[in-house]
């Protein structure tokens, strides 16, 4: 089965430091894989995707993400954190097995950024 | 604004009502869906229509009912609730093909008293 897992419930890290929020997939084929993040009481943004190509995707917000197929992972990272940045970050997978493309989420991961 | 729209924001509603919450999309999309996040628990699919056909029921209770009139709109209809169906109530749409983003609606908060 198609699945993502965010290992860490929240992440604490200092302004201005680098940031990374960890992503391990499993998927049957290709993967498909995106993040998004969430405001309190907002719905999720989109931020970035890898579809295929090159191993760094880079998104919105200075955000970007590696690829690493051998790993099965898909960490975000941002060189510089913003207190801004604090929010709920989500990292899913397009189902492309059972014919319907749902988005299947991980259980997100809450980025508190210290100013 | 990501071009889905929910209304209403928010709800309160009695466990004997009926109330239904609405999803706009202005994007083109041809796939939508509705999903539950609680506290405390990962996001849930609920449903998912694709060219206005449901393609998909993840063991939804009844009272949850989905309507899809047409590829701009979906509607969640509500009846007999419980408490524990209080959550957040987001709908998505995306475009055909897997490597296209879902785009979210900002939520409907719906408390259950």
């Known amino acids: 089965a198609q699945s993502v897992a965010q290992p860490e419930d929240q992440v604490n890290v200092a302004e201005g430091n680098p940031l990374t929020v960890k992503c391990t997939y499993s998927?049957?084929?290709?993967?498909?894989l995106f993040w998004y993040v969430q405001y309190p009481n907002r719905g999720l943004q989109f931020l970035l995707k890898y579809i295929t190509g090159d191993n760094l995707v880079k998104g919105s917000y200075g955000f970007e993400a590696e690829f690493n197929k051998s790993q099965t992972s898909f960490h975000l990272k941002k060189p510089s954190a913003l207190v801004s940045d604090s929010a709920l970050y989500f990292c899913?997978?397009?189902?492309?097995?059972?014919?319907?493309?749902?988005?299947?989420f991980g259980t997100g991961t809450r980025l508190k950024v210290l100013a | 604004e990501t071009g889905v729209t929910q209304t209403p924001r928010h709800l309160v509603m009695g466990m004997t009502n009926k109330k239904s919450l609405k999803c706009e999309q202005h994007l083109g999309h041809n796939a939508m869906y509705w999903y539950k996040q609680s506290a405390k628990k990962p996001l849930e699919l609920m449903f998912v229509?694709?060219?206005?056909?449901?393609?998909e029921n993840n063991s939804v209770p009844s009272r949850f009912s989905p309507e899809c009139p047409n590829s701009s709109h979906l509607f969640l209809h509500l009846h007999t609730l419980q408490p524990e169906d209080s959550a957040l109530y987001l709908c998505?749409?995306?475009?055909?093909?897997?490597?296209?983003?879902?785009?979210f609606g900002q939520g409907t908060r719906l408390t259950v008293v």
């Open positions: 998505a749409s995306s475009q055909g093909g897997a490597g296209g983003e879902a785009f």
């Open positions: 229509y694709s060219l206005e056909e449901r393609v």
């Open positions: 899913a997978v397009r189902d492309t097995v059972t014919g319907t493309y749902k988005y299947i």
């Open positions: 998927v049957s084929g290709n993967p498909y």
